[in-house]
């Protein structure tokens, strides 16, 4: 995701600028900084001074304890460094909403479009530039990885178009961007990006707070969802993925009890998700504490059935995607609770200065980030504070 490369490298100009010291957007991350700080005491205990065991013996060191707590917590400051460069651009007004609509419509038709032409030869043109592995070749993925990051960035990019055509006005860019985008969801066949999309036009609608966009929102996704259903891949394997997730219908091998005791409703979740919830379960006292910066890969490794593809190497290497999960594996309860309280500031920053549009924006990155838990929850964050402190904003009003 290029959006990580872009901290570091602002990083000077971050700070020549005085921007990492703004006060109030600390005062807005204080919660924040104590998890991190939090997870800073977590990685030396957990990373060096009684690191979780690599079994396998075959981990580069950046997969095992101390050098994923080394690489987590750089990564985290990263992380940190993205909100506060975005919070700089729409507060200085470098970048307006309306410009930073446009350049989402303009990525998008172009990773979709030369992605699509590249699928037609044998992804050539993306095998330049990104590694495409072979099980993935015969799937659609524009110019991503996987075909799920294709859904989801399409979904988030059908979302923020689709608002600002409703609020202020269309152009034909705007139109085939949108356009795009619901193709782009429709032919990455993900459930995580049918979800989010679905997520986002109950946001919009309840965002504009206009009646007369329900009736033709809700034609427009009975049509959809009818059309989806025509799709054999989508009928045999994206629905059922999301059937299991939001109603626990059963799927197979998929919802058999991979430990003991194990609560039903783990089965909803994905195979890092699950893995994470079965070791806090068998193992509860971390679940106040956490186990560490993104190390919860390591001991809950130790739970894989024999019946996934992982068991074999003996070891999974991804944390979990659901946000609270992912929260709760590296801080435990005590972290949960210090990004909610976080979460809640920036929620009621925004809407103390009445930013309709932040309001929308940072939505739309929570819906994306329960789902999929990234970086992007705070370039999201920092776009939608500095949107709020723009200088046509309301008078702030202190917290």
Request: proline fraction near 4%; charge should be positive; aromatic fraction near 20%.
């Amino acid at each position: 995701m290029l959006v990580n490369s872009i901290g570091f490298l602002v990083t000077p100009f971050l700070i020549r600028k005085s921007v990492l010291l703004d006060r109030k957007v600390g005062k807005l991350l204080k919660s924040f900084y104590i998890e991190f700080v939090y997870l800073i005491f977590l990685g030396i205990i957990f990373g060096f001074v009684f690191p979780w065991a690599d079994y396998t013996g075959d981990r580069l060191w950046t997969q095992t304890a101390p050098g994923r707590t080394v690489i987590s917590l750089v990564r985290y400051v990263n992380e940190f460094i993205i909100l506060y460069y975005f919070y700089w651009l729409f507060k200085e007004k470098k970048l307006d909403f309306k410009a930073f609509v446009q350049i989402i419509a303009v990525v998008s038709i172009l990773s979709f479009w030369v992605g699509f032409a590249d699928y037609f030869i044998g992804y050539r043109i993306k095998s330049i530039f990104f590694y495409v592995e072979d099980n993935l070749k015969d799937r659609f993925l524009g110019m991503n990885g996987e075909p799920k990051l294709l859904g989801r960035q399409g979904a988030v990019a059908y979302g923020i178009i689709l608002y600002y055509i409703l609020k202020y006005k269309s152009n034909w860019l705007l139109n085939f961007a949108l356009f795009t985008n619901v193709l782009a969801v429709i032919l990455s066949y993900s459930a995580t990006g049918l979800v989010i999309f679905f997520a986002v036009n109950i946001i919009i609608i309840y965002s504009l707070g206009k009646i007369k966009y329900i009736p033709l929102l809700t034609i427009f996704l009975m049509i959809f969802f009818a059309l989806l259903l025509q799709i054999d891949f989508i009928q045999q394997v994206t629905f059922p993925k999301i059937a299991g997730a939001v109603f626990g219908v059963e799927r197979t091998n998929w919802s058999m009890p991979i430990v003991e005791g194990e609560p039903a409703f783990f089965s909803r979740f994905d195979v890092f998700d699950r893995l994470g919830l079965i070791f806090l379960y068998k193992n509860p006292w971390y679940i106040l504490s956490g186990v560490g910066p993104n190390l919860i890969s390591l001991p809950a490794s130790d739970y894989i059935p024999t019946w996934i593809t992982f068991y074999e190497a003996g070891r999974i290497d991804s944390v979990p995607n659901f946000m609270p999960i992912n929260i709760i594996a590296r801080s435990g309860l005590f972290g949960l609770c210090l990004f909610s309280l976080g979460v809640s500031r920036v929620l009621r920053f925004i809407r103390e200065r009445s930013n309709r549009d932040a309001d929308v924006i940072f939505w739309i990155g929570i819906v994306f980030s329960l789902i999929y838990f990234s970086v992007l929850f705070y370039a999201f964050a920092g776009i939608a504070i500095g949107l709020s402190s723009a200088k046509n904003s309301p008078k702030r009003i202190e917290m």
